[in-house]
């Protein structure tokens, strides 16, 4: 079974431009997940996806920052306009049904640097 | 949301039980710990997870306190492949989400 896909995996911007990441979930995955982590800082939760509804997204700093999941499928985070402090690895979860024993499935993450 | 303490980084030797502590003395009554490891380059990995007993999976075993104000993570062999920084992770209170704290990072000596 394929596991949580990201791409790409690396992205190169300059600040002002605009990057689309996109990940896609274990197939049948209700609950889609980002994070991430800038400036060798830890980990942050971002928003979480239940189908294609927003269920919490307490952690998106600013309104630079869009998700979507439409079709409830995959998902894809945009960043327009970038800035400087935006550097980081973003990691994208997925698990089955989002109750208190769920198993989040991490991708590998896309690692963006904003110059 | 609940807080973790883990220390910052252990060393074992390869072929060696590694015991990882953690401390989640504000963890709620149903809240399940769940552990992660993060390889170099690589997404979070899950390892393990419970509740009030211990728990054990092909990976490793986890012992949790019976006031479950702290819990620790075992691998009973330690290998190479297991130099990673594990996280316990509590769900933040109401949520799903995950709240990493800055987890230990373990290296393992040939």
């Known amino acids: 079974e394929a596991g949580v896909t990201q791409f790409p995996s690396h992205s190169v911007i300059e600040k002002g431009q605009t990057v689309t990441l996109r990940c896609d979930p274990i197939?049948?995955?209700?609950?889609l997940y980002w994070y991430r982590r800038v400036m060798g800082k830890e980990i942050k939760f971002l928003l979480h996806?239940?189908?294609?509804?927003?269920?919490?997204e307490s952690g998106m700093p600013n309104n630079r920052f869009l998700a979507e999941r439409t079709g409830g499928t995959y998902s894809t985070l945009k960043v327009q306009p970038a800035e400087l402090e935006d550097s980081g690895v973003y990691f994208c979860?997925?698990?089955?049904?989002?109750?208190?024993?769920?198993?989040?499935?991490f991708g590998p993450g896309t690692r963006l640097t904003v110059l | 949301d609940a807080k973790t303490t883990q220390p910052n980084s252990m060393e074992s030797n390869e072929e060696e039980p590694v015991h990882l502590p953690c401390n989640h003395s504000t963890i709620s009554g149903t809240d399940y710990i769940h552990w992660y490891r993060q390889l170099p380059s690589q997404g979070p990995e899950y390892v393990i997870h419970g509740l009030t007993s211990n728990v054990n999976n092909r990976m490793a075993s986890l012992a949790i306190a019976e006031d479950r104000k702290s819990s620790t993570l075992i691998l009973h062999r330690a290998t190479l492949r297991d130099a990673a920084v594990y996280y316990c992770i509590p769900p933040a209170p109401g949520t799903y989400k995950y709240i990493f704290g800055t987890g230990t990072r373990l290296k393992v000596l040939a």
């Open positions: 996806f239940v189908k294609e509804s927003k269920q919490d």
């Open positions: 197939s049948g995955h209700d609950n």
């Open positions: 979860a997925s698990s089955e049904s989002g109750g208190l024993t769920d198993t989040q499935y």
